[in-house]
């Protein structure tokens, strides 16, 4: 059974869901903040790590060209009026990650950018597009994400607002496509998953799938919980990108080497999983914390014995990904948003 199937998120009630996912992103800490961490106080912007040019490694993806180091998986190919950009790494290095487009594509300038979401990893190169000119698409909620100042779990500063030239000229609430250099290229959002404001963009003519902020493949993807991401939008994320793809299309995840369909499909049946499990740990009153360190082997003996699957036991991302603590914690602290009243 899946979530589609039950009452939740169906695509019909896309539109439906955007609205309360908008009202989720404009007061940003309507949301009660851990314990502990108060995201208020944080003043200082947000800088993302320099790299040099030898950090940005270029290479074929079903013909179009991926440039990892610079913040995220940025997809590219050239048409005759400058070059398609799928993401942008951090603005610290867009200079550097524009000559290595420029470089092996042959362009001259940013045609159409897509942003995937608005985390400052992704957004690096919008106000290099700005000044191109360039149409820079977006699901909505990122058009008014990088018009603000906001703060995130996932990074240690403010982040935003971009200038005006930086922001989105062309927006979606639910799925758009485009031509570009003679194919096709569709994007449709993914509600409530990684943010509020996910896109994933298909370029059908090559079986390649650029799947976003929910898919990492050398890391735990984070759930951005106080930005409208919820375990639930995640697992249905999934549902979504495993009926798209086929067990060999190639699948751009945002950071990480490229995986297949096969590998989402496989990697959303251990999120429904998982997910699942959390309501067992939930019912027994685990808190976010608690959770990643009953994952790592902490007994609680002296409150209450835990009788309940480890969540991530024998999962084989773990080998993968490395340490899910805090993706544990992010997203069971985002399932407790979604379930409880505050
Ligand atoms: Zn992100």
Redesign the pocket.
């Known amino acids: 059974m899946t979530i589609s199937r039950r009452h939740f998120l169906r695509d019909s009630a896309q539109f439906a869901i955007a609205a309360p996912l908008l009202g989720a992103a404009a007061p940003l800490l309507a949301a009660p903040p851990p314990a502990g961490v108060d995201y208020s106080l944080i003043t200082k912007p947000f800088v993302g790590k320099k790299v040099s040019a030898k950090d940005i490694i270029q290479r074929d993806v079903g013909g179009l060209t991926l440039f990892s180091g610079s913040g ?1 998986n940025v997809i590219a190919f050239a048409g005759p009026d400058g070059a398609l950009i799928v993401d942008g790494g951090h603005a610290v290095n867009a200079a550097l990650l524009l000559k290595a487009v420029h470089g092996k594509l042959g362009t001259q300038r940013v045609h159409t950018l897509v942003n995937t ?1 608005w ?1 400052p ?2 957004t690096g190169l919008n106000e290099v597009a700005g000044k191109d000119h360039a149409t820079i698409i977006a699901h909505e909620v990122t058009r008014l994400a990088v018009g603000r100042k906001l703060r995130s779990p ?1 990074f240690d500063g403010t982040i935003g607002p971009l200038p005006e030239a930086a922001q989105p000229t062309v927006t979606t609430y639910d799925r758009g496509v485009l031509q570009f250099a003679g194919e096709e290229v569709q994007y449709r959002y993914l509600p409530g998953a ?2 509020d404001g996910d896109l994933y963009v298909y370029f059908p003519k090559r079986n390649v799938l650029v799947a976003g ?1 929910p898919v990492t493949s050398d890391r735990w993807p984070v759930i ?1 919980y106080l930005n409208g991401g919820f375990m639930h939008g995640f697992v249905r994320s999934y549902e979504v990108l495993a009926d798209l793809v086929k067990p060999d299309t190639i699948v751009v995840p ?1 950071n990480g080497p490229v995986i297949s369909g096969a590998d989402v499909v496989k990697m959303k049946d251990l999120y429904w999983q998982l997910f699942k499990q959390f309501f067992v740990l939930f019912n027994k009153g685990l808190g976010p914390k608690d959770v990643a360190e009953f994952n790592a082997g902490k007994e609680f003996k002296g409150v209450v014995p835990i009788v309940a699957d480890r969540p991530l036991i024998g999962n084989p991302l773990l080998q993968q990904l490395g340490d899910p603590s805090q993706f544990l914690e992010f997203a069971y602290r985002s399932t407790q948003l979604a379930t409880l009243p505050f």
Do not use: F, N, W
């Open positions: 995220c979401h985390h990893d992704q996932l990684h943010t902020g951005d945002a």
